[in-house]
């Protein structure tokens, strides 16, 4: 059974439309997607009828089980990053179309116009190690831009610095979104892109001892010289994605929502502004998996957007335990 009207997902304008969605994709997960399903019968006590009564599913289970509704046949499965030891998050997709128009919309929303730039993609661990959600993205948008300059980079920084130039004689903002590790290594190079729009996707993957949010972007505003760098906040379980585009701040697109839950008892959201704990996401495009998920992320709320702090070091999110086959 599909989902009544999915585009009504990138229709929403006001709480009230958020929150009359978000607990009819609760009613529709809870009977077709069984691990969600089985999880929400443990611990729910009555109905939700607000998002802080809606359970969120431990971010773990797409590594253990398949969070999919039964009832339809997955389009592609995109796998998380991860060492050769780790077992990599599996998300099944039913819908192409859905992840599509929602990274399409919340990139132009705040970073512009994809026929205005050139976009220059760092990602080499995510294309070696292949099935990305998130190379599947840029090769996407790389389309979008309608460019021939816009090209997936792996060690030709030759090419880079060429093309930087020459999307900048064509009159459109060049664009390059990398993993952290990469774009450290692009310091190296000793070269300016004070015109170009930087982003990072975040973590270094093994290859570089891991920096604070702050540090990072110091180091990289340093040493490409540029003003300010922007992050997207996005993961394989996830078909939504958030920009920073400034002070390292998060804004969502209206069909997203962050909500930071209780480091000591996972099941208590905390309603006060500026309180570090644990990320929940809704992220209503998530319509044949899950819309509510627990991340391993540690952040923080202030004035509408949310703020990364780093994550759980060495456990896991308190409550996977519950669904051990």
């Not at 994709?25 to 109905?47: A, E, G, M, N, W």
């Not at 919309?105 to 976009?119: A, D, F, P």
């Amino acid at each position: 059974m599909r989902f009544t009207n999915p585009q009504r997902v990138f229709q929403i304008d006001t709480e009230e439309a958020f929150l009359s969605l978000a607990l009819e994709l609760f009613d529709y997960q809870s009977t077709h997607v069984p691990v969600y399903r089985d999880y929400c019968k443990l611990i729910l006590k009555k109905s939700p009828t607000a998002l802080h009564e809606i359970p969120f599913l431990p971010i773990d289970f797409f590594k253990s089980h398949l969070v999919k509704s039964t009832q339809l046949d997955s389009q592609i499965t995109f796998k998380s990053s991860g060492t050769s030891n780790q077992i990599r998050s599996q998300h099944q997709i039913c819908d192409l179309t859905i992840y599509e128009e929602s990274f399409v919309l919340s990139y132009e929303k705040h970073l512009g116009k994809l026929e205005n730039h050139v976009i220059f993609a760092l990602l080499p661990n995510y294309i070696e190690q292949g099935e990305s959600s998130l190379v599947y993205m840029v090769q996407h948008l790389i389309t979008l831009t309608k460019s021939n300059l816009s090209k997936f980079v792996l060690h030709d920084i030759h090419a880079l610095k060429t093309g930087y130039q020459d999307a900048l004689q064509a009159g459109k903002t060049p664009v390059i979104i990398g993993v952290s590790y990469a774009l450290l290594d692009l310091i190296d190079q000793d070269f300016s892109f004070e015109h170009a729009l930087i982003i990072e996707t975040g973590g270094m993957k093994g290859r570089r001892k891991e920096l604070s949010k702050s540090a990072l972007h110091e180091t990289l505003s340093a040493g490409l010289n540029v003003k300010n760098i922007y992050s997207e906040y996005g993961m394989t379980e996830l078909l939504s994605q958030a920009y920073a585009t400034k002070h390292g701040l998060f804004g969502t697109p209206n069909w997203m929502r962050v909500l930071i839950r209780d480091t000591d008892d996972p099941l208590h959201l905390l309603n006060a502004e500026g309180k570090t704990g644990g990320i929940n996401v809704i992220d209503l495009a998530n319509i044949y998996s899950c819309s509510f998920i627990a991340t391993q992320d540690l952040g923080k709320i202030n004035n509408n957007q949310f703020e990364i702090l780093g994550r759980f070091d060495h456990s896991d999110i308190r409550g996977c335990n519950l669904l051990i086959n």
